[in-house]
């Protein structure tokens, strides 16, 4: 029973024979794949050694040393490679299938026992099981972000639990070598250095707010031994644990609004993206970069040598890492509060924030108090970031002034927000028309001369004319993206001040 297939440009495989093999009777070492259909072992080759279990695929060769170990069983298939192209084939040691695979090979060897198989559907099963394969061996030629993505979130979620090359080129379905290749090319450095680098910056995070002892801080990153951690400790950072902790720290802000709650404590960032209002009156200090004409340089980030990075969810973690321990203030989960005060413990401006705070919430108490006097009811509101072909509809989490019609003056939501976890809801610009409000807030509009003729329109529409807030005057339109966009201490100020006047002239 013999058949060709193309796995590979000029490159043709053709089975020969199929046997069934368990650990303790070493499988003939001809040029052939062995499927593993039951049990759990390891497969040792000077490569390494290996977990295998039902699924896993090893290629051997004629030359191949290895030694298989533990209760494991399946099915060897002997084949030929023809063709001026290398045998794909062979890199498979080993391969981290699936049952598909193993389906595939039980279901050829039924055929063999069979009085008179049908070679036709042999050979289709054999097809079947080399193009999943193929897929692998593709994915060994251009590695596809899938399984990278997934090493690296692995690493992330287990990097406290011992973590070897070949472990994590087994899971990933690749060989150690093209793993060590390809994880060098992408992160800039070995797998053991990287897994180590993580460790020391998440001991840094935790030395960010509080300093346990040596053993429980190795312990809580994965290091068992105290002596050895301090020394990987310093090894990065040039310092010992203790003295992290205590030093004044050296930040970087990633993100306006981080930059705004650093500057409301009087700290100049190292390097800091802020808004254009803020670039202006601290134009003296040019490592502060208006966020909408500047991209992260890590360069220059990397010259500052920040003792800390604050974000948000980025995207390029990997390319920060090695300059310094990231912290993360996701703006769904944490109020623009905690965020200041989460930053503050960093820079050791603790009662600082807690004063700051108290004489805002002492002017939302006070300004209150004078809608109250007013009669100003809270009713629903609405706050529009109209952009070129789009209106952004804002919740709390994203400043424009949400988190204080919402949270501190108690306005209402309209119901299309209440539901939403992403933090806003977009609509074309001509659907605005179709919310109704007691109170209409438009922080930005386009700068376009199109999309401001079409907002003209809009406005001078018969529907818009017709809405509750424009009937009884209560829309106002700011139109000061650079102010209200953010919801730091200092633009919240900024727009609390500016809501008072429009709610009272």
């Given at each position: 029973m013999h058949t060709t297939f193309h796995l590979h440009t000029h490159t043709f495989y053709l089975p020969l024979q199929l046997h069934y093999w368990h650990a303790y009777a070493l499988p003939q070492k001809q040029q052939s794949l062995i499927i593993v259909t039951e049990g759990v072992g390891k497969y040792r080759t000077q490569d390494g050694m290996f977990s295998?279990?039902?699924?896993?695929?090893?290629?051997?060769?004629?030359?191949?040393?290895?030694?298989?170990?533990?209760?494991?069983?399946?099915?060897?298939?002997?084949?030929?490679?023809?063709?001026?192209?290398?045998?794909?084939?062979?890199?498979?040691?080993?391969?981290?299938?699936?049952?598909?695979?193993?389906?595939?090979?039980?279901?050829?060897?039924?055929?063999?026992?069979?009085?008179?198989?049908?070679?036709?559907?042999?050979?289709?099963?054999?097809?079947?099981?080399?193009?999943?394969?193929?897929?692998?061996?593709?994915?060994?030629?251009?590695?596809?972000?899938?399984?990278?993505?997934?090493?690296?979130?692995?690493?992330?979620?287990?990097?406290?639990?011992?973590?070897?090359?070949?472990?994590?080129?087994?899971?990933?379905?690749?060989?150690?070598?093209?793993?060590?290749?390809?994880?060098?090319?992408?992160?800039?450095?070995?797998?053991?250095?990287?897994?180590?680098?993580?460790?020391?910056?998440?001991?840094?995070?935790?030395?960010?707010?509080?300093?346990?002892?040596?053993?429980?801080?190795?312990?809580?990153?994965?290091y068992m031994d105290r002596t050895y951690f301090s020394r990987k400790f310093k090894q990065v950072t040039s310092m010992a644990p203790t003295l992290y902790y205590e030093k004044l720290k050296r930040v970087a802000a990633l993100n306006s609004n981080h930059t705004g709650c650093l500057l409301a404590l009087g700290i100049i960032p190292v390097y800091g993206i802020c808004p254009y209002w803020l670039t202006i009156q601290y134009q003296h200090h040019t490592q502060l970069m208006h966020e909408e004409n500047v991209e992260l340089n890590r360069e220059i980030l990397q010259r500052c040598k920040p003792d800390v990075v604050i974000h948000y969810n980025r995207d390029d973690q990997e390319t920060i890492l090695p300059i310094a321990p990231l912290v993360d203030l996701p703006c769904l989960t944490m109020t623009w509060r905690e965020q200041f005060m989460a930053i503050a413990r960093i820079v050791q401006h603790e009662q600082k924030a807690k004063s700051l705070l108290q004489h805002y919430d002492n002017k939302i108490q006070h300004t209150n108090y004078i809608l109250d006097t007013l009669g100003v009811e809270r009713g629903v509101v609405i706050v529009w970031e109209i952009c070129e072909h789009f209106a952004y509809s804002i919740n709390s989490k994203f400043g424009r002034s949400c988190?204080?019609?919402?949270?501190?003056?108690?306005?209402?939501?309209?119901?299309?927000?209440?539901?939403?976890?992403?933090?806003?809801?977009?609509?074309?610009?001509?659907?605005?028309?179709?919310?109704?409000?007691?109170?209409?807030?438009?922080?930005?509009?386009p700068k376009e001369p199109y999309a401001l003729q079409q907002i003209e329109r809009i406005f001078e529409s018969d529907k818009w004319q017709s809405l509750q807030a424009v009937r009884n005057n209560q829309y106002f339109i700011i139109n000061d993206a650079n102010t209200f966009y953010g919801y730091d201490p200092l633009s919240t100020n900024i727009q609390l001040d500016r809501l008072m006047t429009l709610f009272t002239s």
């Open positions: 295998i279990c039902r699924g896993s695929v090893i290629s051997v060769t004629k030359e191949s040393q290895y030694d298989i170990m533990g209760a494991v069983e399946g099915i060897q298939i002997i084949y030929e490679a023809h063709g001026q192209a290398p045998n794909m084939l062979a890199t498979l040691s080993p391969l981290r299938g699936d049952s598909y695979i193993v389906r595939m090979a039980q279901e050829m060897k039924q055929l063999t026992e069979q009085a008179h198989p049908s070679t036709v559907t042999w050979h289709k099963l054999f097809l079947m099981m080399i193009e999943a394969l193929e897929q692998h061996q593709m994915n060994l030629i251009h590695p596809t972000e899938t399984w990278f993505a997934q090493t690296l979130n692995y690493i992330h979620r287990h990097f406290t639990a011992p973590l070897t090359r070949e472990e994590m080129a087994y899971q990933m379905g690749v060989t150690p070598a093209h793993f060590s290749r390809t994880f060098h090319k992408q992160i800039g450095m070995p797998f053991n250095q990287y897994v180590a680098l993580l460790r020391i910056r998440k001991a840094q995070q935790r030395l960010l707010i509080e300093l346990p002892s040596l053993e429980k801080l190795g312990q809580s990153v994965g988190h204080i019609l919402y949270e501190d003056l108690q306005f209402e939501k309209p119901e299309f927000l209440k539901q939403n976890t992403i933090g806003y809801v977009k609509v074309p610009i001509e659907e605005i028309v179709n919310y109704d409000a007691a109170y209409i807030f438009i922080t930005a509009l």
